[in-house]
């Protein structure tokens, strides 16, 4: 239970924070649509990037913007990689020697501007333009904020913990009672000592 929900600080002790155990998603910007005109996709939003309904970053979403383009990089990185390996490009391994003769992506290379946000109902989208600085087309990225599951792994194995002490429960009353009978007067099977 320590896992999932924490210790609460109790009598000056200082407790500890909930999540602590195994982490599932974290929360992140997942990509959804992508291209160099704007895009008609199920949230009507996307059609009018930059304009309106869409806001610039403000002080309390400054954070959203650096992990918005570290998503959007982390894309046009992953997708450019995919046209290299169409093309018979052969691209480098995370382990690979930085002098062997194969083509790696820098996500730095790929420069993210105008990042904005709006919120469709529950979700938060963001979107912003990005190209190659090695010249290409300028592309419009869009995303929506998944919260993730962090808790999930906690709570499977608190889920598993519990099944398991109810399995187990019947089986020690079982155990309690045949001790109960020698001490009240029955007999303890014989010992024949070490084997």
């Not at 500890?16 to 949230?43: C, H, M, S, V």
Request: positive net charge; aromatic residues 12%; proline residues 10%.
């Amino acid at each position: 239970m320590l896992w999932p929900l924490g210790q609460p600080p109790i009598l000056g002790v200082r407790g500890t924070p909930a999540n602590g155990g195994p982490r599932g998603t974290e929360p992140n910007w997942q990509i959804f649509a992508a291209g160099t005109d704007a895009l008609a996709t199920k949230y009507p939003e996307t059609a009018s990037y930059p304009a309106s309904p869409w806001r610039a970053p403000t002080a309390a979403n400054k954070s959203s913007v650096d992990t918005t383009r570290t998503a959007v990089q982390k894309y046009l990185v992953a997708q450019a990689s995919l046209q290299l390996e169409k093309k018979g490009v052969t691209l480098c391994k995370p382990d690979s020697s930085p002098f062997s003769s194969c083509y790696t992506f820098d996500p730095s290379t790929f420069v993210v501007q105008d990042v904005k946000f709006v919120t469709h109902g529950k979700t938060n989208l963001a979107a912003a333009h990005a190209f190659f600085q090695a010249g290409g087309p300028e592309v419009t990225v869009y995303a929506y904020h998944d919260p993730g599951d962090v808790q999930i792994y906690s709570v499977a194995f608190l889920l598993a913990s519990l099944f398991g002490f109810a399995i187990h429960v019947p089986f020690l009353d079982r155990a309690e009672r045949k001790r109960k009978a020698i001490l009240t007067g029955g007999t303890a099977p014989p010992w024949f000592g070490p084997a």
